[in-house]
C-alpha cells in the first residue's frame, strides 16, 4: 500500500474524531446560550414581579389609608362632631350615642380611636373602650400627627403614616375637627381626630387578597428575608413584606427538569451516535486498508500474470461457456501471428481443431469432471501454414457453476517435428536416408513372426575401392558416391524389399521373395551390373565395385543377428574371392563363429587373469575445462591380438552369461580407480542390456559400493534403450531400485532407439546422452542442429542434465554451447585415458585451481 493512502486513512478516522468533538462543543455552547438566556428572563420576570408586588403593596397601603382618610373625614368634618368634641368632649354623644364610638373598632376594625389637642389626647377610645390613657402613652408621634393633621387642613386633606402603637406598627389617619360648612381656616387651634389601626394580619391577609399579594405581613425593619417583597413603612421602623412570586425561577424550576433529561437524553445519543460513527469509521479504514491492501495484492497478481504471460512462451486464452474466446494474451500475436481482436468473441473450436477427440466435447467432460487435461491440436497461422500445438485447460468455475474455460496453448510444432525427424533418424541413415540396423530389425523380426516364417534372403553388400574415392576426392565425393548407390540400389529392388546402410560403405539388402539359388544369382549379377555403372561425381567419373554375402533363411534360419552375421561370413568369403562377387553362406563358412568361439572363452579365463583393462573418457562442462565425470571404458588385453577394443569382445560377452562376470568387474575397478583421483567427480559405467536380463543388477551394484567404499552419489550407470526393450515393468523397477541406493542414471545413446520421448517421462533419468551421429552431424546438416536443440529443450525441460558425446571439432562445441548443452565428451576434449593419465590431468587442474 502506498503511504498517501495509508496518511489518508489514519486521517478518516481522526477527522471523525474531531468533527465529533467540534460538533459536541458546539451543541455545548448553544446549550449554554440557551441556559444563559433562560436565566437571563426568569432573573428579568423576577425583577418585574418585584417591581410589580410592590407596587401592588403600596398601591393596596395608599388605598388602605386613602379609605381611612374618606372614612375619617366622614366623621372629622362634621358639624355635630365639631360642637360635641371640637371644644369640650361630649362623651355621652361620642361614645355613648356611638357617634365616634365602639362601632368604629367593632365594625371598621380602629384599634384607637382619639381625639388630640394641643395640651394632650382628650378623648381616647382603645379596643371599643373608652379609655383613660392618652395616644402618647402607646405612641411616641402623638405630636407629629397632630402638626400633620392641621398642615393637611389647610388643604381640607386628611394626614396618614406609620406608627408604633402598643408595640406593633400601625397605620393612622388624622383630620382637623371641623364643621362642614366652615370656611377653610377654622378659627383658632382646634382638635384633631385621629384613626390607628394596627397592620395585624386580620387586616393585612384580607388586603393582600385584594391587591393580589399573598402572605401579606409586618416584619421588623431588619428581618428582612430573601424571597419576599418588602416596603418600608415610613416611620414605623417596621416594613411590610409579602410573598415575592417568582416567576423566572419558576420558569426555570418547570423547564429544567425536563430540559435535563432532554439534555441528558441528547448527549447521550450523540455519545451513541460518536460511538457509533467512531466504530463505522473505524470499520471504514479497516476495510478500505483491506481493499488497498487486496488492491494492491491484485495488482501484483495482474502484473505477475502479465509478465507470466509475456514471458510465457505459450499464449493464454479464456472462453465463456459457450467457448467464445473472451481473453488471449499477446503472446498470441507473437506466436500465431493474428491479431487478438480478430478472434475475441469467435469460438475456440474455430482456431482449434483436434483430430483424435471433439475439442467442444473434451472441455465440457473436462468441466464436468472438474478437472485439467490436455489435448493436442492443430490450427493455422496467419500465413495459413498449419501448426500443431498442445493446449492445456480447466474450467472456470463460479459458486459451482461452469462459467467458462481458461488454459495455455503451447505451440509444439517444432517439438512434434523433431520427435518425428528423431523417430526417423533413429531408424534411418542420415546420409541416404536408407533404414539403418534398427529398422532392419524390425523388418526382419517383422518378416520373420512364428512358425510359418516366409522366406526371405539377406545380402550383405561391402564397395570395392570407395575408400581410394574417399581418400582421394574426400568425404563429400565419398557420401555422393554412397548416395548413388543407394539410388541404385533401389532402383534393382522392389517395394517390398529392404534396402538398408549399416554405415560406411557396407549395405544390406533383404529380398522378401528371393525365389531360389539361381534367383538369387541373377539378382546379384544384376546389382554388381547396376553399382558398376559409372557415377559422375564433382566433374569426375568414378567407378565403384560391389562384394555380396547372401544367406537365404530357406537354408539357415535363425535370429536376425545370426542371419546378418552369416550374410557377413559370406560377405567376408566373397572379399576373398575377388571383388565384383557374391557367396552364398554355408556352414564350411563359418570359421569366423569358430574365432569368436575360441574368444569368448578366451576371455571367460581372461578376466580372471587380469587382462581387461579400463581406459577412461573425461567428460567436461560444456567450458571444456571443468571435469564432470569420467567414463569407464574397457579394452582386453589379448595376449594373442593385443589391445582390443569393447566392440571386439562385448557382443560376444553378452551372448552368454559371460558378459555379467565382465560387468562386476568393471563396477568394482571403476569405483576402485575412481576412489583414488584426486577431484571427486562421477564415475560412469556402461551397463549392457544383457546384465540387467542376466543377473540382479541392483545387488551387483550394492556389493560393488560396499566393497569399494565409493559413495553411491559419484556412480553413474548408462544404460542405452535396449535395456527397456527386452522388460519395461521390470526395467523400470530395476531403475527405481538403483535409484533408491543413490546412483545416477544416465540414458546412453539417446536418439538411436525407437521411441526415446516416451521412456524419457517414463523412466527416473538424470541426464541424457546424445547419440554422437546427432552431433558429429553438427555443422553440416541443419536438421541434425534442430534434433539436437530439441533434445537439450526436452533434457531442459524435464530437468535432466544433457550430455553430447562424440564431439570432435571445435566447430561442434561452438555449437553445442551456444545451444546450452550442459556437459560435453568426445575426441577434441579428450581421447580415453589410462588411469594414470587421466589422475595425472585431474592433478594438474587442481594444481592450476589453487
Ligand atoms: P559408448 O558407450 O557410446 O562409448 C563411447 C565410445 O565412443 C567409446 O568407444 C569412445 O572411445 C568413443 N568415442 C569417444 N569420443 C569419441 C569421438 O569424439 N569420436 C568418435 N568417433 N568416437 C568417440 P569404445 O571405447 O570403443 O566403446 C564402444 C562401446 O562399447 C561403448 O559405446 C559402450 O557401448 C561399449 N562399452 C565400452 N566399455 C564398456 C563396458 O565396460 N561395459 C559395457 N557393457 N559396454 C562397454
Ligand atoms: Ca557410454
Ligand atoms: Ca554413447
Known sequence: MDV??????????????????????????????????LYRLAEALDARQVEQSRFYAESAMAQLQKNDKTFLLTHANWQAAYDHLGGQVDTQWAYDEDNVGATLYTSD?????????????????????????????????????????????????????????????????????????????????????????????????????????????????????????????????????????????????????????????????????????IRASTRIDRSHRALMTSRAALQSSEERFKAVAEAASDWIWETDVLLRLTYLSDRFTELTGHPVEAWRQRSITELLSCDTNNLRTCLHSLAAAGSSGTLRCQYQDHLGQQRICRI???????????TGFRGTCSDITDEV???????????????????????????????????????????????????????SLGHPAGDAVLLEVAIRLGQVTRDSDLVA???????????????DHADMDRFCTRVIEAIKRPIQVEGHVVQVGVSLGVVL????????????????????????????????????????????????????????????????????????????????????????????????FIPLAEESDLIVLLGNWVLHEACIKARGWPQAVLVSV???????????????????????????????????????????????????????????????????????????????????????RFVQHLGKSGSDRSVVQAIINLGNAMGMTVTAEGVETAEQLALLSDDQCHEVQGFLLSKPLENEALVGMMKDQVALAR
Open 109 to 277: 376594625g380602629y384599634d384607637g380611636v382619639y381625639v388630640l389637642d394641643d395640651d394632650g389626647t382628650r378623648y381616647a377610645i382603645l379596643d371599643g373602650k373608652l379609655s383613660q390613657q392618652g395616644l402618647e402613652r402607646h405612641t411616641a408621634s402623638a405630636g407629629k400627627i397632630l402638626q400633620e393633621a392641621r398642615q393637611a387642613a389647610q388643604h381640607e386633606q386628611a394626614s396618614s403614616g406609620y406608627l408604633v402603637f402598643r408595640g406593633q406598627p400601625a397605620v393612622y389617619v388624622a383630620a382637623l375637627i371641623r364643621p362642614q360648612t366652615q370656611p377653610a381656616q377654622p378659627p383658632g387651634p382646634t382638635a384633631v381626630m385621629v384613626f390607628i389601626r394596627v397592620l395585624s394580619p386580620e387586616v393585612l391577609l384580607p388586603l393582600g387578597q385584594s391587591a393580589g399579594l399573598s402572605g401579606l405581613a409586618v416584619v421588623d425593619s431588619a428581618d428582612q428575608r430573601h424571597g419576599r417583597g418588602a416596603l418600608p413603612l415610613e416611620g414605623s421602623g417596621h416594613a411590610l413584606t409579602w410573598d415575592l412570586p417568582q416567576p423566572g425561577t419558576e420558569l426555570i424550576q418547570t423547564v429544567i427538569a425536563p430540559l435535563a433529561i432532554a439534555v441528558l437524553l441528547i448527549a447521550l445519543s450523540m455519545a451513541l451516535f460518536a460511538r457509533y460513527a
Open 686 to 772: 556402461n551397463m549392457s542390456p544383457a546384465q540387467f536380463s542376466r543377473s540382479d543388477v541392483v545387488r551387483d551394484v550394492g556389493d560393488a559400493l560396499r566393497a569399494t567404499g565409493l559413495p553411491a552419489h559419484r556412480l553413474e550407470l548408462e544404460i542405452t534403450e535396449n535395456v527397456m526393450l527386452n522388460d519395461v515393468e521390470g526395467a523400470l523397477h530395476t531403475m527405481l531400485a538403483l535409484k533408491e541406493l543413490g546412483v545416477r542414471l544416465n540414458m546412453d545413446d539417446f536418439g538411436t532407439g525407437y521411441s526415446s520421448l516416451g521412456y524419457l517421462r517414463t523412466y527416473p533419468f538424470d541426464s541424457i546422452k546424445i547419440d554422437k
Open 553 to 648: 533363411s530357406a537354408d539357415y534360419s535363425g535370429t536376425p543377428s545370426d542371419l546378418i552375421r552369416h550374410a557377413d561370413v559370406a560377405l567376408y568369403s566373397a572379399k576373398q574371392a575377388g571383388k565384383n562377387t557374391w557367396r552364398f553362406f554355408s556352414a564350411q563358412m563359418n570359421a569366423a563363429l569358430m574365432e569368436k568361439r575360441v574368444l569368448e572363452s578366451e576371455l571367460r579365463e581372461g578376466i580372471p587373469r587380469g587382462e581387461l583393462v579400463l581406459h577412461f573418457q573425461p567428460r567436461f562442462k560444456v567450458d571444456g575445462v571443468s571435469i564432470a565425470s569420467a567414463e569407464a571404458l574397457v579394452r582386453w588385453k589379448h595376449p594373442r591380438l593385443g589391445l582390443l577394443r569393447p566392440d571386439r
Open 4 to 37: 498517501s493512502a495509508d496518511n489518508e486513512m489514519s486521517t478518516r478516522s481522526h477527522v471523525v474524531g474531531q468533527l465529533i468533538v467540534v460538533f459536541s462543543l458546539i451543541l455545548l455552547l448553544a446549550l449554554l446560550l440557551g441556559l444563559f438566556s
Open 417 to 471: 517435428a523433431a520427435h518425428a525427424q528423431i523417430q526417423h533418424l533413429s531408424l534411418h541413415d542420415a546420409l541416404t536416408g536408407l533404414p539403418n540396423r534398427n529398422k532392419l530389425f524390425r523388418f526382419l523380426e517383422q518378416s520373420a513372426p512364428g512358425a510359418e516364417q516366409p522366406q526371405v534372403a539377406l545380402l550383405m553388400l561391402d564397395l570395392d575401392n570407395f575408400k581410394p574415392i574417399n581418400d
Open 392 to 402: 492445456a485447460s480447466r474450467a472456470i468455475v463460479a459458486e459451482g457453476v461452469c
Open 501 to 515: 546402410r549399416l554405415g560406411g560403405d557396407e549395405f544390406i539388402v533383404v529380398l522378401t521373395r528371393p525365389g
